[in-house]
């Protein structure tokens, strides 16, 4: 099989491949991915040494369990992992962060610390609507909000037109407003209620 182009072949027959060791299949995942995955890390920390070290560790972590994985969308899972391991360096930077901070003034390190339970939330709210949506609308929101694709790359890679894109994208950005909206109204509540 490894004597076809290689390159040409989905992601779900790769990662067959990858399960038998084919290092040819997983250098065609990383080049398929590593780019779109850098640019997604990138986009949340703005530091290319860090976005850099986390595309590399995705990689080795899929490489070691590579026997192991069973990934249905590999686009949607390697995405998730790189907001995993960005949200992990966050964290070590957070608590070095709050090492310093405790030593120049507690109350600096109890805000920092508030405001990451906030973005917790938050980003738990996000999920929550993210996978209440329609697959179809969540997997084109991913690609546009996570791997960063224009309307054009996306409409290629699933099939679909330009104007199904943009109301996809639409649809999930309502439904992302309508539950924070909700979220905001109820915590409103429970404000006056004290």
Aim: charged share 25%.
């Amino acid at each position: 099989m490894e004597s076809q182009n290689i390159h040409t072949l989905p992601d779900e027959q790769l990662l067959k491949l990858l399960q038998n060791d084919s290092r040819a299949a997983f250098s065609t995942l990383y080049d398929r991915y590593w780019e779109g995955m850098y640019r997604a890390s990138y986009a949340l920390l703005r530091d290319e040494d860090a976005s850099k070290d986390i595309v590399q560790e995705v990689f080795l972590a899929i490489w070691k369990k590579r026997q192991t994985l069973q990934i249905t969308f590999l686009s949607a899972y390697l995405y998730q992992s790189v907001k995993y391991q960005v949200a992990q360096h966050l964290r070590r930077t957070e608590l070095s962060m709050e090492h310093t901070l405790y030593l120049g003034g507690k109350d600096k390190a109890i805000n920092s610390t508030e405001e990451l339970i906030d973005f917790k939330e938050l980003d738990s709210l996000l999920q929550a609507t993210l996978n209440n949506l329609p697959e179809k609308c969540r997997n084109v929101f991913y690609l546009s909000r996570f791997e960063h694709l224009s309307n054009t790359e996306i409409a290629e890679r699933l099939n679909l037109s330009t104007r199904t894109v943009e109301w996809h994208i639409s649809n999930a950005l309502k439904h992302l407003r309508d539950s924070i909206e909700h979220a905001v109204i109820h915590i409103g509540i429970v404000l006056l209620l004290l």
